[in-house]
Every structure is written in C-alpha cells, then in structure tokens.
C-alpha cells in the first residue's frame, strides 16, 4: 500500500474549510485506517480436544523478541480462541 504524502496547511479561526480540504482529510483518514488494517491481523484457533474446561486453556502467541499475545477465550459453545493485533510475520502459536 503506497501512501500519498501529507502536506500540512493550518487554518486560522474563522478560516472557512473548502469541500477539497474537507476530502483531502477523509481520504488521509481512510489511507491511514487501511495501513492499520493491512498490518494488523486476527487468528482463530479451534482447539478440538474433548473434555477441555476452557476455562482452564491458554492460547498464545509468540515471536522473538516480544511478549506473547493472548488470545480471547471462545464464547460458550464454541472451540474457537481469536487472538488479534498480531502483525505480520512468523508467530509461534501456544495452547
């Protein structure tokens, strides 16, 4: 994803905004929410062992150098755990 480059103009008080300006900030805004989205990615891990208290199951996930990532516990009636915020790249998943 390319980003265009930002061009800072300050508007006084009372200064009126033009439509241009006004979609100039809405696509800013909108290029940087897609950045965050294209980084930032969500796993669902189904663990499929029978007779688990979930309550008692973790599920991370690792990679060097950082904290581990915990994952949220499944809601009832489900097996999946969803850990998310994880940026790309290798990550080693834990149960």
């Given at each position: 994803?390319?980003?265009?480059?930002?061009?800072?103009?300050?508007?006084?008080?009372?200064?009126?905004?033009?439509?241009?300006?006004?979609?100039?900030?809405?696509?800013?805004?909108?290029?940087?929410?897609?950045?965050?989205?294209?980084?930032?990615?969500?796993?669902?891990?189904?663990?499929?062992?029978?007779?688990?208290?979930?309550?008692?199951?973790?599920v991370?996930?690792?990679?060097?150098?950082?904290?581990?990532?915990?994952?949220?516990?499944?809601?009832?009636?489900?097996?999946?755990?969803?850990i998310?915020?994880?940026?790309?790249?290798?990550?080693?998943?834990?149960?």
């Amino acid at each position: 994803m390319e980003l265009t480059p930002f061009i800072k103009k300050t508007v006084k008080p009372g200064e009126p905004l033009t439509a241009q300006a006004w979609n100039d900030l809405v696509e800013a805004i909108d290029s940087a929410y897609q950045f965050l989205l294209s980084t930032m990615h969500s796993v669902r891990v189904k663990v499929t062992n029978e007779n688990l208290d979930f309550d008692d199951v973790r599920v991370t996930a690792t990679r060097a150098g950082g904290a581990p990532m915990e994952g949220v516990p499944p809601v009832e009636g489900s097996n999946e755990f969803v850990i998310s915020r994880l940026e790309a790249g290798a990550w080693s998943i834990n149960v």
